[in-house]
């Protein structure tokens, strides 16, 4: 069994569902174990995500977290648009069953349209957890604020395979919030940071084609909107797009695989279609001309996903 978690609120609910079917539609959905961790999620949204993954055959659990679990975290990167439950990763070895050793967790920003099982069967025996660098280049300003080798890089937190046994048996989660009281004043971007900061020595790097975000399909600098950059290859067939910016949804998204969530989208039993007003559409028109007319340089590589 393959057990995926998501940490959500209400206002990631539908974009989870097209996590979940995205990775039904390349997974044998008995295999598939959804665990949903949330805070207060209506009853509603439970059953329509317990529906979801019960279309193809998959099974889903549901987990509350009560609020002295993550007391004493705050968010700071982008504390306007999260919340608390960007730190429910750093809880999940108490919040999942024992019989759970180890468990694959994804943010709802993403589509899986590989095999699970690849990643699924790394080896992280001795180690924490197991994550993807967050740019093919690492960020040197990362590991020089968090003090350590620019060497152990800097992995993304929305796709990471953890060690739930390993975490039990050393206590990580108890290590997690007293490195937290003691570092808060550096670990500026929440999880990621804390993440990173305790398990910089202790994880596995996997390949970029499992977490490929929204930077990778940008023009390079200096470069120009037809070059072929030497990882093209991954950012055409990724194994999980992750849409880490912009999202598909928004009226501003200039993902070159932006349309590639509205299919799963239209795949999931019951979804409301993601309908636009006159004002979204308009601000589109209006976001995009300056680009159409030439007047600005285009962002984004001329890619298609290869299927």
């Not at 796709?159 to 990580?172: A, C, F, K, S, T």
């Not at 990621?192 to 900061?197: A, E, F, G, K």
């Not at 084609?209 to 600098?221: D, L, M």
Request: proline fraction near 5%.
């Amino acid at each position: 069994m393959i057990h995926v978690v998501f940490a959500i609120d209400h206002n990631y609910v539908r974009h989870c569902a097209v996590t979940m079917m995205s990775a039904m539609c390349y997974n044998r959905p008995a295999d598939l174990v959804f665990h949903v961790v949330s805070a207060g999620l209506p009853r509603q949204d439970g059953e329509m995500l317990r529906g979801v993954a019960s279309s193809r055959g998959a099974s889903l659990q549901l987990h509350e977290v009560a609020d002295e679990q993550v007391a004493g975290y705050e968010v700071k990167w982008r504390k306007d648009k999260l919340n608390l439950s960007v730190f429910y990763r750093c809880i999940l070895a108490s919040l999942l069953p024992p019989t759970v050793s180890k468990a694959l967790y994804l943010d709802s920003d993403l589509l899986v349209l590989d095999d699970l099982g690849g990643l699924w069967n790394t080896d992280i025996s001795g180690c924490a957890l197991a994550g993807v660098p967050d740019d093919f280049v690492v960020n040197p300003a990362h590991c020089e604020r968090l003090g350590y080798p620019l060497a152990d890089n800097y992995f993304n937190g929305g796709v990471l395979l953890l060690n739930l046994d390993y975490w039990r048996e050393h206590g990580l989660e108890e290590l997690c919030k007293r490195h937290y009281r003691a570092h808060a004043d550096r670990l500026v971007y929440n999880d990621q940071d804390l993440l990173n900061s305790l398990f910089h020595d202790c994880k596995v790097l996997l390949d970029m084609k499992w977490n490929v975000q929204e930077g990778a399909y940008r023009i390079p600098k200096g470069g120009a909107a037809d070059c072929r950059p030497p990882y093209i290859e991954t950012i055409e067939h990724p194994s999980i797009l992750h849409y880490s910016s912009r999202k598909p949804w928004q009226y501003h998204c200039m993902h070159p695989l932006k349309e590639l969530y509205f299919e799963y989208e239209r795949m999931v039993p019951g979804m409301p279609g993601h309908g636009e007003g006159w004002g979204a559409r308009l601000h589109r028109f209006v976001h995009f001309l300056p680009y159409t007319l030439g007047l600005k340089r285009k962002k984004y590589l001329n890619v298609r996903y290869r299927r």
